[in-house]
């Protein structure tokens, strides 16, 4: 299971820390995921972390303004968002990657199979 939290009303330029706290497989091993989704659209890739040696991939759209980390002694991965603007409002998900993820496939949501509940991020203009 994951839990999702840090969520929250903020204004433009400001800054947030999601975390996501996870339980079951283990955790270490794993790709573990964000995606979003904002009203009236589809749910999509914001950044990943592999377990196995910590590379890390970002959507263009959060590029140098998102840092995804994990704590695998905590089975707990945060990503922090920088620098927010109105078009990052949305519900991010955590995700935990499929067994066997290939790489070429980690932004697409069809690696992951472990969702949790998502917490709303608003930024205000």
């Known amino acids: 299971q994951l839990q999702a939290s840090g969520g929250g009303l903020v204004q433009a330029g400001g800054s947030l820390r999601l975390s996501c706290a996870a339980s079951g497989r283990t955790f270490s091993s794993y790709t573990m995921a964000w995606f979003r989704q904002a009203p009236g659209k589809e749910r999509e890739f914001v950044s990943a972390?592999?377990?196995?040696?910590?590379?890390?991939y970002y959507a263009d759209s959060v590029r140098g303004r998102a840092t995804i980390s994990r704590e695998n002694a905590k089975n707990t991965v945060f990503l922090q968002m920088n620098s927010l603007k109105p078009e990052d409002t949305a519900v991010y998900y955590c995700?935990?990657?499929?067994?066997?993820?290939?790489?070429?496939?980690?932004?697409?949501?069809?690696?992951?199979?472990?969702w949790g509940q998502g917490t709303q991020v608003t930024v205000s203009s």
């Open positions: 995700t935990r990657g499929r067994s066997g993820l290939i790489t070429s496939a980690t932004r697409a949501e069809a690696s992951y199979d472990d």
């Open positions: 972390i592999r377990g196995r040696d910590g590379a890390r």
